[in-house]
């Protein structure tokens, strides 16, 4: 990991210092390159400026709006115009479909909208044309960005978004004013006829939106150098599906690395499905390029290549969507066939064997999941239930239980002590291998959450926090429990420290047997609570006829003070574990219920109230 990083910052370096010399040594350059930048940042402000003011709506939008195929389609065209980035809105797409909030073929739709709605842009700034100066509109749009970024929340997201607009402006001046400095730059010399110049600029279109993650941004360059007639409208069009299709790359790259299976498939659809519309797009170039012409003609704009880019984009994406609308359910159902769900095992410790120094990780933490506010919660909930099946198991394993023998603990004696004599279940190296790692992770998935939270997010997020230290901290107290436990069911002869040992044992395993059986149980809030309130009450009046029996066995003599105290502490430590199993149980049960209500995963404020 160390090389990778040096690696990485040499590499960076040497790039700085290539752009400090391309810069010294070409000022037209550092103007178009310094125009490239501005305009790059003002879309991330936009999206920023939109993110703060939309809140949580765009999420709920969002699922709401793929019950039908024209639905998702809408969305991604209206979601894309409103956010100018079909990156951005394929991203957030990934991350709702891998948290489960969509599904497959609603999600593929709204990648349908989102090609179409990138075509948004470059329709304005074609509309606009060369001679438009941005700067008039940009400066008051700055000022007013500034005043407004000293106010509140709100004014500070309106303040980000009026900076955003005001940078794009001052970048669309910059990259022409760069263009138009370079005067011995003349692209047109590379023609565009034969099947070499197609890929040729197809390849440049692809390479330049893979480095600047940007189609837009692509598509500025190409405008500003179609109008300076540094370029042909061919060229230009080769280009713009270039850029299509190194959209793709961007989303699929960054899908399939952050994501969960179900959006590892989107990413696979999203770039099957803009290569194929690109390989269309070429194969019928010329007899396209020959509609955009004619079509511009009849409306009197049959010199304004602008406008033709414009249209020729427009057109492409519209015939990938036709081909592609027909089998959006084959083509969901390829996928899930291509790219299977991993089979959820029974059990997921093993019994561990000597010298094993794998450790456990996160199952659903993915960075795509960081995109929204409802993709992070959902897959916090769906880790932090990991966390506690692997709690369970663990406790389960410390406590010389099987997990198969879970339903029927009640061991015949011999297997019980070898199971107590044997090291191999020990309960720190559990700890170590299956529940610190997936801790870890939790714990910096949600520290790297930089998306507003609403109240019942917020409450079910610190919820979930507070679930899962109390999970580590009944695994903890199983190791302490574990050691006297050993200690005294191995003994060779039947005593009363035994006998009560044995019954904490027994106590904690029905009490983890009826948690795990709660966990997967789907009844009604009312059934649920029931069972829950019969589980703390079984724990209470164990808890006071344990305390009894002690001191019976101390004033008839059978306990000394010694085994006593440990016996006491011990009764604490297993009221630790079941509390920690327990808290997770609480906060996935109430969030099952807001979920079932509410179609999220949410939870009011006083959830753990009851487990203190």
Known sequence: MRTLLNTRYSLMALAFLALSW???????WLQLAAGLALFIFGMQSLEQGLKSLAGGRLETWLAQSTATPVKGLMFGCVATFIMQSSTLVSLLTIAFLSTGLITLAGSIAVLFGVNLGATSGIWFLAMAGQNLSMSALAMPLLVFGVLLSFAGEKSKAIGRFLLGISMIFLGIDGIKEGFFGFGDLDLRNYSASGLQGVLLFTAIGTLITVVVQSSHATLM????????????????LCIAVGSNVGSSISTAFMGMIGSTRSGQRLAIAHALF????????????APLKWLVVNATGLVGLGSNTLIQLALFHTLFNAMGVAVFWPWQQ????????????????????????????????????MPAALQTADSAVIAVAEELQHLGRLGQEVVAHALYCPLGQLDSPGDDDAALRARAQSGHMDAEQLYHL??????????????????????????FWRNCQLAAFQLVDAVKHTRRLQKNLRRYVAEPHESVARQNYLALRQHVLESLREIRQLSLADVEAAQWAVRFQALNEREQHFEERFRQSLYEGIRNGALDGMVTSSLVNDL????????????????????????????????????LADLA
């Open 434 to 459: 299956h529940i610190k790692g997936v801790y870890a992770d939790l714990l910096e998935f949600m520290g790297r959450m930089e998306q507003p939270l609403e109240p019942e997010q917020l409450a």
């Open 274 to 285: 803009n290569c194929t519309t690109a390989v269309l797009s070429l194969l019928l170039l």
């Open 572 to 607: 604490g430590s297993s009221h630790n574990i079941v509390r920690g199993l327990r808290a997770v149980l609480v906060v996935l049960g109430e969030g099952r219920e807001a979920k079932r209500q509410r179609g999220v995963l949410l939870g009011p404020e006083p959830l």
């Open 22 to 28: 391309s810069f010294w040594f070409s000022p037209s």
């Open 221 to 236: 360059l190409t405008l500003v150098a179609l109008a300076s007639d540094q370029l042909q409208l061919p060229q230009a």
């Open 330 to 365: 084959a083509l969901a159902g390829a996928l899930e066939r291509w790219l299977p769900d991993k089979i959820e095992p029974e059990e997921l410790l093993a019994e561990q064997s000597p010298g094993r120094v794998e450790v456990t990780h996160a199952r659903y933490l």
